[in-house]
């Protein structure tokens, strides 16, 4: 997958859908997402610099932090690895802060202090580089109506967001 990457975009995405609710430990439902003001399942995915996807994760409930479904898939340890071994960073949003030696995210500004110039000219590199990941998502939710519009199971939207994906690729003939 990696093959003459200079880095992979991390970024989450929450694929709305409206038959699911369900209780979690606190009785807050798991699978609102208080950020989107809707139900949902967080998808993580992965994309090529350019902002092609190239892999998505199994379906998370909504509420939960990008972080968490991650680290729940064994993405953080992977990617921090991949890092590692071939020197492939993985450029994230702040959502990922502490992800791991092997992220990259802009520097958090600190409490009533400014950021450096040369922190700023970090964060301005990085913001435009995952910028395109953005896209990825995009391409997953916007060009397939059945990602739009999930009313199923929300483990329906691991298996809608893997057909999208493939079949992204078949019609345009992309190969990663």
């Not at 809707?38 to 190239?54: C, M, R």
Request: aromatic share 6%; charged share 20%; glycine share 8%.
């Amino acid at each position: 997958m990696a093959a003459g990457y200079t880095h992979l975009n991390l970024d989450g995405t929450v694929i709305r859908t409206d038959r699911v609710a369900a209780p979690g430990p606190n009785k807050a439902d798991l699978w609102w997402s208080g950020k989107h003001k809707h139900h949902g399942g967080n998808v993580q995915v992965i994309s090529a610099p350019d902002g092609w996807p190239v892999w998505v994760s199994p379906v998370r409930p909504g509420r939960e932090h990008d972080t968490t479904c991650a680290r729940t898939h064994g993405l953080l340890a992977a990617l921090n690895r991949l890092a590692t071994i071939l020197d492939i960073p993985t450029l994230t949003d702040l959502g990922y802060e502490n992800a791991g030696p092997g992220f990259r995210h802009p520097v958090k500004k600190p409490q009533g202090r400014e950021l450096t110039t040369r922190q700023k000219t970090f964060n301005q590199v990085i913001r435009s580089l995952h910028g395109v990941a953005e896209r990825a998502n995009a391409l997953l939710k916007v060009t397939f109506k059945a990602v739009r519009r999930v009313s199923l199971d929300p483990t329906a939207i691991t298996r809608i967001a893997r057909a999208a994906l493939v079949l992204l690729q078949l019609e345009t003939g992309h190969t990663t």
